[in-house]
């Protein structure tokens, strides 16, 4: 199994949602899948111009950056883990140009024909010898309360049915700034989360899907949610007396 990981946090290697990405990408590997963590942050991506030659010319951008290196190291993977902090409720804009310029990588895989879903809908077909990815999505945020990963969540299963794949797993994190935390008494917390990530990667590889079990626990919050925002709050009230406002 190949795994492909898209970090499309602006903070690249030192972000919270790399802490994420990397304990769930070794335990794939433990489990003996081959794995890939591009950065985007590292990547030049320039935006998408809209002009559809990719659609007519096998999926060749006429863009000429970085997002050919990414697409090639795609190639043949079963599953694209997309990952993304949440900006203003959304996914992160580098994550979004990324997407955006995927298109041409659509094409490449032998989508631009419609066909009429099950639900009446129409959407992207491809080559039936074409391998399309499953999907994985990740992402993190400062806030607590699983709510603010409504938007993503919606986003992820249409983008995936309007490309005739499917999601096999979601995996959001709550209080996402402790991931990086150097508070000792929270140390041991995130540590077990990690390995909760590992185990996840693990069950992906082995039952192509993550169990229960796992999955419920992941949802759980690292603190309290009222501790957490007292926490950040206080945070807060320090760095604004730092800078005297």
Known sequence: MKIVAINGSPKGRESNTNVMITAF???????????????????????????????FNHG?????????EIVSLENGADI???????????????????????IMKSYDLGYGYMEKAATGEYRSTAKPERQIPKIIMMSNCGNTGRSHFQVISHWIKRTAFMMNTEVIGEI???????LTSKNQKIK??????????NMAGKEIVTNKLISVTTEKALEKSFVPDEIYIQGLNHQIDIMRKNQGR
């Open 188 to 197: 041991p917390i995130i540590s077990g989360y990690l390995q909760l990530l």
């Open 80 to 102: 694209l883990l997309l990952a993304t902090p949440v900006y203003v409720y959304d996914i992160s804009g580098t994550l979004k140009v990324y997407m955006d310029r995927s």
């Open 25 to 55: 990408l070794n335990g794939a590997q433990e489990a003996g899948a081959e794995t890939i963590n591009v950065f985007l942050a590292e990547k030049d991506i320039k935006y998408c111009k809209g002009c559809l030659s990719c659609r």
């Open 172 to 178: 959001y994190a709550t209080q996402g700034l402790l």
């Open 60 to 68: 060749q951008c006429v863009i000429k950056d970085d997002m050919a």
